[in-house]
Structures are given as C-alpha cells and as structure tokens.
C-alpha cells in the first residue's frame, strides 16, 4: 500500500510559479495512474490533471489537462524516485486551493474525461496554494 505525502506549496502573488511534489512511500509509483486535484473553499474537490502510470505501455493512455490549468501547468514523474511533480506557472487567484496528488493501479487515464475522486485509490493529504497579491 503506498502512501502518499504533497510539498511545496504556498503563498504566491499572481502570475508567479510554485512546484508541488507528491512523494510515495510504502511502493514504487510507476504502476499507478497519478491524478491531481484540487478544492477551493466551499467547492468540491475536482480532478484538473492525470498521467498513465509509468510503466504503461506507449499507446496505453495518455495525459489529461483541464481546460483551466492547460499550457499553465506541467506534471512530470520521476518513478526511479517515486515523486511526481506539479509545474504550475502564471498562477491566478482562482487557482488558490488544497492540492492533493492521487495514485491509482486500475484508472486509465486519457485525454478525457477528466479523473473523478472516486476512481483513484490513494490520496495525500493535500497542500494549500494561495495565489494572492
């Protein structure tokens, strides 16, 4: 059972970049799908990005991006590491939320829809964003 751990968040003034870490414990992360997620105050929590696992075949899935964090935000994972980072860039207020990194065996992650809360297995325990001036 892996466990999960976010970093690296924090206030930032709009426009300015931060990067998040997931990092697991407890198992390795390249047989999982990673989906990101994140849930401002009085909102649901919503998926805006997943990646394949990293073992995963090439034609097998792909990356899905949310419309809202498209050309902003990079995911990339370093599975020999077991981490997944998070590159967000040009960061507006409405970005300011709990981040929380989600690790799955089964999801298949593609270019839609976008990952629901319910189909990953493994959760961290979030990290808050402030996007503020």
């Known amino acids: 059972q892996v466990q999960l751990v976010e970093s690296g968040g924090g206030l930032v003034q709009p426009g300015g970049s931060l990067t998040l870490s997931c990092a697991a414990s407890?198992?390795?992360?390249?047989?999982?799908?990673i989906g990101w997620f994140r849930q401002a105050a009085g909102k649901e929590r919503e998926g805006f990005l997943c990646?394949?696992?990293?073992?995963?075949?090439?034609?097998?899935?792909?990356?899905y991006y949310a419309d809202s964090v498209k050309g902003r935000f990079t995911i990339s994972r370093d599975d020999a590491k077991s981490t997944v980072d998070l590159q967000m860039n040009s960061l507006e207020p409405g970005d300011t939320a709990i981040y929380y990194c989600a690790a799955d065996l089964t999801y298949y992650c593609s270019d839609a829809p976008s990952p629901k809360t319910y189909e990953f297995e493994y959760w961290g325990q979030g990290t808050q964003v402030t996007v503020s001036s």
């Open positions: 407890g198992g390795t992360l390249d047989s999982y799908a």
């Open positions: 990646t394949k696992p990293g073992d995963a075949l090439p034609h097998y899935g792909g990356t």
